[in-house]
Structures are given as structure tokens and as C-alpha cells.
């Protein structure tokens, strides 16, 4: 079955097999140098309040997202979405987002956190522009050393927040612009490479330049109050603003 065939559906993991398919999943993805989730792990997180979902293509899982509680009530961490190359294309990253604030609402969750690698444009434009998450927090070499697709570059990493009960979900849920083009035209710019893991295989040196250079953007701005509240994709940069447009960071 190939993936033009038939709509992938999206449900919850069962059973040891999945789990150990999620972990193959994320070998395919992220690289066989990448340490995996194990799937004993999910499959207890899962057990004890977590969410791992799949997006299945028959019996083969195509994509995937895991997330667990954190100390916070009413908060989730969201640590792993993941969409095999064959797949791209099908907005799957999307709606496997839109699964989790489904299950994330029935359970009375309305505020979920992630971290990405700021300069990776297509997370961006998925998790900021849109999603309508927002971020005002940096974390430096998050994860120190990393392999796989990761390997050779700072885990720098921007924090996430997804806000399930604002204006900006009901803009997502709408498949609405976050900002309006007089928003967008005002707001502060950083300027993002267009391919960071082009970049990245091609000129080290200059990826790594880009990665100072954001970091140092971003953490001035963020001290200066700002907030990543867009993503212009045409000429790649991050947009800021004072506070963002529902008062929640």
C-alpha cells in the first residue's frame, strides 16, 4: 500500500509492537546515531498519563508523537513528533499536533511545551506560524552532543508554548494567519537561513556562524521583552513582538 493510497489514520500505540515500531521510526527520521525513545519507556508513560500516538498507513506507523505530565497541572511536554520522509507532503506534522490538543482538551490539558532547533524553518513554521505556539524562552546546547541529523551543530533550542485555549489556537483551528500583514509588517525581524541542513552538510563553518549569530539575535531580543510570535517563510525570518496578540506567552 503505497502512501497516495488511502488517508493515514491517526490513533493512540498499542501494544509492545507499536512502541518498538515507534522506536524504528525514530531511528529512520532522526538518524541510527540519534539516541531513540525506548519503547518500553512510552509505553509506561503512556500508561501513567502520557500521550504516544501514531499516524498509520495500514499496519505501517508513518508518523508519530510523544508526549508526558509535567510538574505543572494542566501542562504537557510534548518530546517527540516525527514523520518518515515518504510521508512529507501529507500535512501530517499538523495533524498529528491537532491530535494531541484533542486529547490534550478532553483531559482537561490546555497548555502545551516543546523545544526545537530555531534554525530548522519548516518547525518553526509549523510549531510558530501555524500552530500559533509562541517563544520567549532560549536554551543554549540544550542537549549537549548530539548525533545523527543533529550531529556537528549546538542543540540550541527555543521553548515552545502552545496555548490550547486562546486566540491564536482558534486561528490554527481555523487555518487562519496568526498576524495580520499590518502585524507582520511592524513586527521586529530575525532573519533565518532558508536551509539549515542544507547548510549544514554543505559549509559547517557558515552553519555554524548562523547558529551564534540567531543565538545572540534572539537572546538580545528576548531581554529586550520581545516574543517569537510569527515566521515569514518567503524571506525566512522570525517575527517578534512586544507581547503576543492573546496576552499568553
Not at 72 to 88: D, F, I, Y
Request: hydrophobic share 45%.
Amino acid at each position: 500500500m503505497s502512501v497516495g493510497d488511502t488517508q493515514p489514520v491517526i490513533r493512540d500505540l498499542q501494544g509492545m509492537t507499536e512502541f518498538l515500531a515507534a522506536e524504528e521510526l525514530q531511528r529512520d527520521v532522526w538518524g541510527p546515531d540519534d539516541k531513540t525513545d525506548p519503547g518500553d519507556l512510552m509505553m509506561v508513560i503512556q500508561a501513567e498519563g502520557g500521550l504516544a500516538a501514531g499516524a498509520f498507513l495500514g499496519d505501517r506507523l508513518i508518523g508519530y508523537v510523544f508526549a508526558f505530565p509535567t510538574a505543572t497541572p494542566g501542562v504537557q511536554h510534548s518530546h517527540r513528533l516525527a514523520v518518515r520522509a515518504e510521508a512529507r507532503g501529507l500535512g501530517l506534522g499538523l495533524k498529528l499536533k491537532l491530535y494531541q490538543a484533542d486529547w490534550c482538551l478532553r483531559r482537561g490539558i490546555r497548555h502545551v511545551r516543546w523545544t526545537y532547533d530555531p534554525l530548522r524553518l519548516p518547525n518553526a513554521a509549523l510549531n510558530i506560524g501555524r500552530l500559533g505556539a509562541t517563544a520567549a524562552i532560549y536554551h543554549r546546547d540544550y542537549y549537549g552532543e548530539m548525533g545523527g541529523i543533529n550531529a556537528g551543530t549546538a542543540s540550541d533550542r527555543l521553548l515552545a508554548d502552545w496555548r490550547l485555549d486562546g486566540e491564536r489556537y482558534a486561528r490554527c483551528r481555523a487555518g487562519a494567519s496568526m498576524l495580520t500583514a499590518a502585524e507582520a509588517a511592524a513586527a521586529h525581524r530575525i532573519i533565518l537561513p532558508a536551509d539549515f541542513a542544507g547548510l549544514l552538510k554543505t559549509d559547517p563553518g557558515t552553519a555554524g556562524a548562523e547558529r551564534l549569530r540567531v543565538r545572540e539575535e534572539i537572546e538580545a531580543a528576548f531581554s529586550a521583552g520581545l516574543v517569537i510570535v510569527g515566521v515569514d517563510t518567503r524571506e525566512p525570518a522570525y517575527l517578534l513582538v512586544r507581547s503576543p496578540t492573546d496576552g499568553a506567552a
